[in-house]
């Protein structure tokens, strides 16, 4: 298919589009022909054993990774064309990590306001009120004026959310938000995915969260060896997968 | 001894504090604070340039960067100043006053130094960090200067002032090329008074010593706020942890 074509097809409805991507570290092949859409709206979990590119594939997509072959088109714009403006495009993908990377020399509004004044050169006054809108969504609007380490970690990622959210992303990473997290956290960084999900948020996101998957996601990507070997409703995914390593993925969640 | 120094100090305080200005020139302790301040003040934000350049991805910037660093820490300090004193004035075909030759050899020789203390610091901080700032679309300028340096500076905050307190230490090296700095009008005095060498230098150790340590306790003053600051309270294990002294 031509830049073209993908790129007529991308004004439809994919907000997220991965054409023949391959990716290579020296030898080690750790994406192999991965060919998928995300669909505006839709919500994507990828879900596979840990070294099967997850992340890698994820990161891909506001270039924290380089691919080697293939296309990548966000919102209709490939984003490996000569023309693109990195940091303008990059700050039109919300991203939130799994160590949640935090500004600790900032407090949370300034981690907040920092790109939208610096990147988008909004003005300040009208940073502060988004950045204090953002935290009434994520429950932390008392802590505007902490620093980092005095939050817990679940306090921490939803801060993080906010910080991407501040750049009116028109779709969201997210890269195992929880992975890091004591297990009693866990639930509160799901539960404002969960709300931006029913608001209509284009999401693609690594997890292990199986219960989350099954409530939120539109589609499962099922990842092995740096392909998506399987994809699927949650259903059909976790009822009737269909390969051999999905199934022995699958039983292996089960027997904890 | 304590009555020998206190009378030296009454005899002389105005030479010791402004040389022979304003009948001649300005010397003393104002010359050597000057030489501390102008050399910190200018020695800063070369070795941020150095620093930067050492880390950068071009060699076209990591190969001078590397060169400047390399020679300058390679030297004496001593020698590099007999450089500076008959080089320069080779390369730009006019004389230049001791003072001038010894800011220069303070800013080139603290910046080496201080670059890669900076360097270690810009090092230390976790790549999740510039991979934050850049994913929210900040270039790598801003990235550098708001997110990577003013962590990387905080955290070495104990090492650049040690860094810092030689500076001034090393001022008193102007002596060999008659810079009228502090040592140099100690050593006016003692060869006035011949018999009093020993009240005359330990005076003059006491005054670097109160220099550098109003250094050090500004420093450790800083980096408390700036921990209370961001913790929100007194840090109990920082303070006592800044009660050991730090090498300087």
Same mark, same amino acid.
């Given at each position: 298919?031509?830049?073209?074509?993908?790129?007529?097809? *991308?004004?439809?409805? !994919?907000?997220?589009?991965?054409?023949?991507? $391959?990716?290579?570290?020296?030898?080690?092949?750790?994406?192999?022909?991965?060919?998928?859409?995300?669909?505006?709206?839709?919500?994507?979990?990828?879900?596979?054993?840990?070294?099967?590119?997850k992340?890698?594939l994820?990161?891909?997509?506001?270039?924290?990774?380089?691919?080697?072959?293939?296309h990548?088109a966000?919102?209709?714009?490939?984003?490996?064309?000569?023309?693109?403006?990195l940091? !303008?495009f990059?700050?039109?993908?919300?991203?939130?990590?799994?160590?949640?990377? @935090?500004?600790?020399?900032?407090?949370?509004?300034?981690?907040?306001?920092?790109?939208p004044?610096?990147?988008?050169?909004?003005?300040?006054?009208?940073?502060? =009120?988004?950045?204090?809108?953002?935290?009434?969504?994520?429950?932390?609007?008392?802590?505007?004026?902490?620093?980092?380490?005095?939050?817990?970690?679940?306090?921490?990622?939803?801060?993080?959310?906010?910080?991407? &959210?501040?750049?009116?992303?028109?779709?969201?990473?997210?890269?195992?938000?929880?992975?890091?997290?004591?297990?009693?956290?866990?639930?509160?960084?799901?539960?404002?995915?969960?709300?931006?999900?029913?608001?209509?948020?284009?999401?693609?996101?690594? %997890?292990?969260?199986?219960?989350?998957?099954?409530?939120?996601?539109?589609?499962?990507?099922?990842?092995?060896?740096?392909?998506?070997?399987?994809?699927?409703?949650?259903?059909?995914?976790?009822? $009737?997968?269909?390969?051999?390593?999905?199934?022995?993925?699958?039983?292996?969640?089960?027997s904890h | 001894?304590? %009555?020998?120094?206190f009378?030296? @100090?009454?005899? $002389?305080? =105005?030479?010791?504090?402004i040389?022979?200005?304003?009948?001649?020139?300005?010397?003393? @302790?104002?010359?050597? #604070?000057?030489?501390?301040?102008?050399?910190?003040?200018?020695?800063?934000?070369?070795?941020?340039?150095?620093?930067?350049?050492?880390?950068?991805?071009?060699?076209? #910037?990591r190969?001078?960067?590397?060169?400047?660093?390399?020679?300058?820490?390679?030297?004496?300090?001593?020698?590099?100043?007999?450089?500076?004193?008959?080089?320069?004035?080779?390369?730009?075909?006019? %004389?230049?006053?001791?003072?001038?030759?010894?800011l220069? /050899?303070?800013?080139?020789?603290?910046?080496?130094? #201080?670059a890669?203390? =900076?360097?270690?610091?810009?090092?230390?901080?976790p790549?999740?960090?510039?991979?934050?700032?850049r994913?929210?679309?900040?270039?790598?300028?801003? /990235?550098?200067?708001?997110?990577?340096?003013?962590?990387?500076?905080?955290?070495? @905050?104990?090492?650049?002032?040690?860094?810092?307190?030689?500076?001034i230490?090393?001022?008193?090296?102007g002596?060999?090329?008659?810079?009228?700095?502090?040592?140099?009008?100690?050593? *006016?005095?003692?060869?006035? &008074?011949?018999t009093?060498?020993?009240?005359?230098?330990?005076?003059?150790?006491?005054?670097?010593?109160?220099?550098?340590?109003? &250094?050090?306790?500004?420093a450790?003053?800083?980096?408390?706020?700036?921990?209370?600051?961001?913790?929100?309270?007194?840090?109990?294990?920082?303070?006592?942890?800044?009660?050991?002294?730090?090498?300087?």
């Amino acid at each position: 298919m031509t830049t073209h074509q993908i790129q007529a097809n *991308q004004h439809t409805q !994919h907000m997220i589009s991965f054409e023949q991507v $391959n990716k290579w570290y020296g030898s080690y092949h750790a994406l192999a022909d991965v060919n998928a859409n995300v669909a505006k709206g839709e919500v994507v979990v990828i879900c596979g054993p840990s070294g099967s590119g997850k992340s890698t594939l994820i990161r891909t997509v506001n270039r924290l990774e380089q691919i080697q072959k293939g296309h990548i088109a966000f919102d209709g714009q490939d984003i490996y064309a000569p023309k693109l403006d990195l940091n !303008h495009f990059r700050a039109r993908v919300g991203f939130v990590f799994q160590s949640f990377n @935090l500004f600790p020399h900032l407090s949370v509004l300034e981690n907040i306001v920092i790109a939208p004044v610096n990147v988008r050169r909004s003005r300040r006054s009208d940073a502060r =009120i988004q950045a204090l809108e953002l935290l009434e969504r994520v429950g932390l609007v008392a802590k505007a004026d902490a620093y980092p380490g005095q939050l817990s970690g679940g306090q921490q990622q939803r801060v993080a959310i906010a910080r991407a &959210l501040a750049m009116d992303p028109p779709a969201m990473l997210f890269d195992e938000p929880t992975s890091a997290l004591d297990p009693e956290m866990v639930g509160e960084v799901l539960q404002v995915m969960k709300q931006l999900a029913r608001d209509g948020m284009t999401m693609m996101c690594v %997890t292990h969260e199986m219960g989350f998957a099954r409530e939120v996601a539109d589609h499962i990507w099922f990842m092995d060896q740096g392909r998506i070997v399987e994809t699927g409703t949650p259903e059909d995914f976790f009822l $009737n997968p269909q390969s051999e390593r999905a199934k022995k993925f699958l039983s292996d969640l089960r027997s904890h | 001894m304590i %009555t020998d120094i206190f009378h030296i @100090l009454q005899d $002389n305080w =105005i030479l010791l504090l402004i040389g022979q200005y304003p009948n001649g020139p300005l010397g003393g @302790l104002a010359i050597t #604070l000057l030489l501390s301040v102008a050399g910190l003040a200018l020695a800063f934000p070369v070795s941020i340039l150095l620093a930067l350049g050492r880390i950068s991805p071009f060699a076209i #910037l990591r190969a001078p960067a590397a060169v400047v660093i390399y020679t300058v820490r390679g030297v004496p300090l001593v020698m590099f100043i007999f450089w500076v004193y008959f080089f320069i004035p080779l390369l730009i075909g006019t %004389t230049i006053s001791g003072f001038t030759t010894m800011l220069v /050899t303070v800013v080139l020789y603290e910046a080496a130094y #201080l670059a890669e203390v =900076i360097r270690a610091g810009i090092e230390g901080i976790p790549h999740g960090q510039t991979e934050a700032a850049r994913a929210l679309g900040m270039g790598y300028g801003q /990235t550098m200067f708001k997110i990577v340096l003013p962590q990387a500076l905080y955290n070495m @905050l104990p090492a650049m002032v040690s860094q810092f307190v030689s500076t001034i230490k090393e001022t008193s090296l102007g002596y060999v090329i008659s810079v009228n700095e502090l040592t140099f009008a100690a050593n *006016q005095i003692n060869s006035t &008074l011949l018999t009093k060498p020993f009240p005359v230098f330990i005076m003059l150790a006491l005054i670097y010593f109160a220099l550098c340590s109003m &250094l050090t306790q500004l420093a450790r003053w800083l980096e408390r706020r700036i921990n209370q600051q961001r913790t929100g309270k007194r840090n109990i294990t920082a303070v006592v942890a800044n009660v050991a002294p730090t090498a300087a």
